[in-house]
């Protein structure tokens, strides 16, 4: 019986396998926010422009993105009407405005820091978010909100880890 079970470990050694590894399980890679259109800083953004947002996985069903209008409250002003729609896969979401946007106008994309993915990962805002025109929205910068429009992205979909509310993309249409 010893015999045997020492022949087993020499075959386990020889052949590589880690069944009782103490070794750790390589992570997941993160999901990522990929890309955003219009960026953040963008300028003469078409009217009839929709908003589009791709994550390189699978994500929640829940959206906390929203597209502002600004306006005397900044980056926060009210929420502009229209639909955001999920890809079948679920890793594209399309914003299609109720109407054309207006003339040389900024406008703000907000995409909630607690965002989640299909397994419940927080999704990785800093990898791309920045180069891509984004900006951290800080607590500072909701206090100026109206509690009506910014009320509601203060809960746990809209804060991330590093304590900001998710990430700001502004552009400006023609």
């Known amino acids: 019986m010893k015999r045997a079970s ?45 908003v589009l947002i791709e994550f390189s996985h699978q994500m929640h069903m829940d959206v906390f993105v929203a597209l502002h209008k600004a306006d005397m409250f900044g980056l926060f002003g009210p929420i502009v ?23 040389r106008n900024e406008y703000t994309v907000h995409v909630g820091g607690g965002m989640r993915d299909a397994d419940g990962n927080l ?10 025109g984004g900006q951290w929205i800080m607590q500072n910068m909701m206090q100026g909100c109206m509690m009506s429009i910014c009320g509601t992205m203060m809960g746990p979909g809209w804060q991330h880890s590093n304590g900001s509310f998710g990430m700001s993309f502004t552009f400006t249409t023609e």
Do not use: K
Request: proline content about 4%; hydrophobic content about 40%.
């Open 6 to 50: 020492v022949t087993c470990l020499a075959v386990a050694v020889t052949l590589g396998i880690t069944a009782c590894s103490d070794d750790a399980v390589e992570p997941a890679v993160a999901t990522t926010l990929l890309s955003i259109i219009p960026s953040g800083g963008a300028t003469q953004v078409n009217r009839a422009t929709q």
């Open 81 to 103: 009407d229209g639909d955001w729609r999920w890809s079948q896969d679920r890793r594209q979401l399309t914003f299609t405005p109720a109407a054309s946007l207006d003339s």
């Open 123 to 132: 999704v990785d805002l800093e990898q791309h978010g920045h180069d891509m």
